[in-house]
């Protein structure tokens, strides 16, 4: 077994997610990895009964404008911490970019933040983080908010 050299953590910027950029942080300084910190998001799309309305390229540039400077300022606070550490943004369904944005950096390991939700919540919204857990070419951490 080796030990993971990039650590793949993905973030909607939320609670569960700095915990595991804190919880990621500390790993990594310890492992002397990498840390890549991942914002995945899916343009929004609205239905009506007559059809499904897309955003307008507007929109979406909007969407990864906002993406893009949170991601930015994650990043350069996190930058200070004693591991190298670099974001990327990218759009698509979630889990699924994910899995495969850890495939094409080689990460080692994803840590990642789980809101914990179960029951009729976790039907309706899903789970991310199960998702990837289910699905992951490298091995998942979850970490709960404020673990860390």
Known sequence: MSLPKTLLVPTDFGEGSEAAIAYATELARALDAELILLHAFEIPMVGFPDGT???????????????QAG?????????????PVRGIVKQGETWRTIIDTAAE??????VMGTHGRR?????LLGSVAEKVVRTSPCPVLTVHPGHA
């Open 119 to 123: 029951g009729l919540p976790r039907a």
């Open 53 to 67: 309305l897309v955003a307008t390229a507007e929109l979406a540039a909007r969407v990864l404008q906002g993406a």
């Open 105 to 110: 950096v080689g990460a080692g390991m994803i």
């Open 71 to 83: 991601l930015d300022e994650a990043v350069r606070s996190h930058q200070t911490l004693g591991v």
